[in-house]
Nanobody
Framework: QVQLVESGGGLVQPGGSLRLSCVAS????????MGWYRQAPGTQRELVAT???????NYADSVKGRFTITRDNAKNTVYLQMNSLKPEDTAVYYC?????????WGQGTQVTVSS
């Protein structure tokens, strides 16, 4: 059974930082492209960042220079370091594992940026 479990969300003030973690089980983690997506109320889920098995990264323009995605294959974990957070970053953040035509999602973790 595949499981992706996110953690690290919460309430933070504008300009603050958070680090999200996603632990995967039930897959050969190292060969999957891992990603973070987010969905704000009333909007579609959107890409935040991805990292391939070869550690090539890709970011949405809105988070470039502020967010960093990394992975630790020994811990089956992908991270999202979020700095200089803005109110518009408020959303539920979802972890994704993707290989060829198969994808898996976590349950999501809420990030709220507000003063």
């Amino acid at each position: 059974q595949v499981q992706l479990v996110e953690s690290g969300g919460g309430l933070v003030q504008p300009g603050g930082s958070l680090r999200l973690s996603c632990v995967a089980s039930g897959i050969t983690f190292s060969i999957y492209r891992m990603g973070w997506y987010r969905q704000a109320p009333g909007t579609q889920r959107e890409l935040v960042a991805t990292i391939t098995s070869g550690e090539i990264t890709n970011y949405a323009d809105s988070v470039k220079g502020r967010f960093t995605i990394t992975r630790d294959n020994a811990k089956n974990t992908v991270y999202l370091q979020m700095n200089s957070l803005k109110p518009e970053d408020t959303a539920v953040y979802y972890c994704n594992a993707w290989l060829r035509v198969t994808g898996y999602w976590g349950q999501g973790t809420q990030v709220t940026v507000s003063s």
